[in-house]
């Protein structure tokens, strides 16, 4: 991907992290969001037929939608998001979902989500994979499940799981 972006804007730029990355080439290039999420979107959406489901996220998500208003925040585009979803009959439990296409900051699209759901900080629980998730909800102010196998960093996650079993175990069973 990180080539592809490369020589498609014929850049040096590192693209590393990537969606940081992307936030500044595209605060100094903004006409070629539509070419670059294009770029991310072709390779998103081949990958879509080869993708599967972790086991129990299907059966974790069922059982918090019960007690819960659940939304999707992610970068991925919308329509490989949406086929995701799709593809594995998720749609139900997240109807809600903000994707790149919303917001590149990962915190404005918690943000985005609290309203959407009137939801205050204190009632949120972010569940994510990657310690910019842990920032951003450090940065908005909501509790943050890692799930994850990468523990060392200087960020403290309020919750830390090696898996979605894990996970499931501490806050359903």
């Known amino acids: 991907m990180r080539d592809d972006l490369r020589a498609e804007f014929k850049t040096e730029d590192a693209f590393s992290p990537l969606f ?3 936030q500044k080439f595209l605060a100094e290039r903004p006409e070629a969001r539509k070419r670059v999420f294009a770029l991310i979107d072709k ?7 080869a993708s599967s489901l972790i086991e129990g996220v299907e059966e974790t998500l069922s059982k918090l939608s019960r007690g819960a208003s659940l939304s999707l925040v992610t970068m991925q585009g919308r ?3 949406e086929g995701i979803l799709r593809k594995f009959g998720l749609a139900r439990l ?3 979902h903000f994707t790149r296409e919303d917001s590149l900051e990962r915190s404005q699209q918690l943000r985005m989500a609290m309203s959407r759901l009137s939801a205050k900080r204190d009632e949120v629980l972010f569940v994510g994979d990657r310690l910019n998730d842990a920032r951003s909800a450090a940065e908005v102010g909501v509790a943050v499940a890692l799930i994850s196998q990468r523990r060392q960093s200087e960020i403290r996650p309020d919750y830390q799981f090696g898996g979605i079993k894990e996970f499931k175990r501490y806050f359903l069973e």
Not at 43 to 49: D, F, G, K
């Open 20 to 22: 940081g990355s992307l």
């Open 43 to 49: 390779r998103e959406i081949a990958a879509l037929a």
């Open 79 to 81: 329509r490989a998001s």
């Open 94 to 96: 997240l109807p809600i």
